[in-house]
């Protein structure tokens, strides 16, 4: 075996039992060191690599792994927190500029007229003792009520005025339906003695403690159902 082969074939494996490569250490005093050198070093690897496996190392991976997946939950939790805190912030700060936004009772009442048309159409021929039943549950209207049933009610339902629990009738006029709105007084309201648009008359007065809005077709039938209000509401 030449030279050139004798080392391709010791470096590839100094462990072989070839007949030529044997017989070519047991020849060369220098080929044997070369090869004895490659096998402490073939056996310097084979340690190297040959780790133990610690007996827990699975339930440790797992354990590594479940603890990454905490923090990552963690992490989205702590922000899932911080964007609700943040939209409650919002939330609340809107709320408390509302309440302290001035309110244009008469565009108010208009708008109700128009989003609500089923409450003209309808007849539930209310008794004042439900109007008052109504009345109580309202803050700042405990106290008001109507002492007599003020002519004909066809409508009653509680409604919103820029959040203000307000009260939302439906009564009758000398010639056709005419809609009230009983809202407690705030300073942050304003309104006008009288409004209209190109379907409606408005007409806008106080009580001590209340703001009336009469929206209808015929200023005859406002000035009709006004009358019938302070003959009976206290």
């Known amino acids: ?26 020849a060369s005093e220098s080929d044997a060191k070369l090869v004895n050198d490659l096998k402490a070093l073939d056996s310097k690897l084979t340690s190297a690599l040959n780790i133990d496996v610690p007996d827990d ?21 702590r922000y899932l927190m911080a964007m609700a805190a943040s939209v409650a912030l919002v939330i609340g700060l809107s709320v408390s500029m509302l309440r302290f ?28 003792e439900d109007v008052n039943f109504k009345l109580a549950g309202i803050s700042g209207l405990e106290n008001a009520k109507f002492i007599q049933q003020p002519g004909k009610v066809y ?3 509680y409604c919103d005025f820029q959040g203000v629990k307000s009260l939302h009738l439906v009564m009758e006029g000398e010639q056709g339906k005419v809609t009230l709105f009983i809202v407690p007084a705030e300073n942050r309201m304003v309104t006008e003695e009288s409004f209209a648009d190109k379907n409606y008359q408005g007409l806008g007065f106080q009580t001590a403690d209340t703001f009336m809005l009469l929206v209808g077709e015929q200023d005859a039938d406002l000035q009709f159902v006004k009358n019938e209000i302070e003959q009976t509401f206290i």
């Open 1 to 26: 075996m030449d030279d050139l082969k004798f080392r391709r074939h010791a470096y590839g494996d100094p462990n072989s039992q070839d007949e030529e490569f044997l017989a070519q250490i047991e």
């Open 155 to 157: 409508y009653t339902s």
């Open 101 to 128: 936004t001035p309110v244009a009772l008469a565009e108010h009442a208009l708008e109700h007229v128009y989003h609500e048309p089923k409450a003209l159409s309808v007849d539930q021929n209310v008794g004042f």
């Open 57 to 77: 190392l699975a339930e440790k991976l797992i354990l590594r792994q479940q603890l990454g997946k905490h923090q990552q939950q963690k992490k989205q939790t």
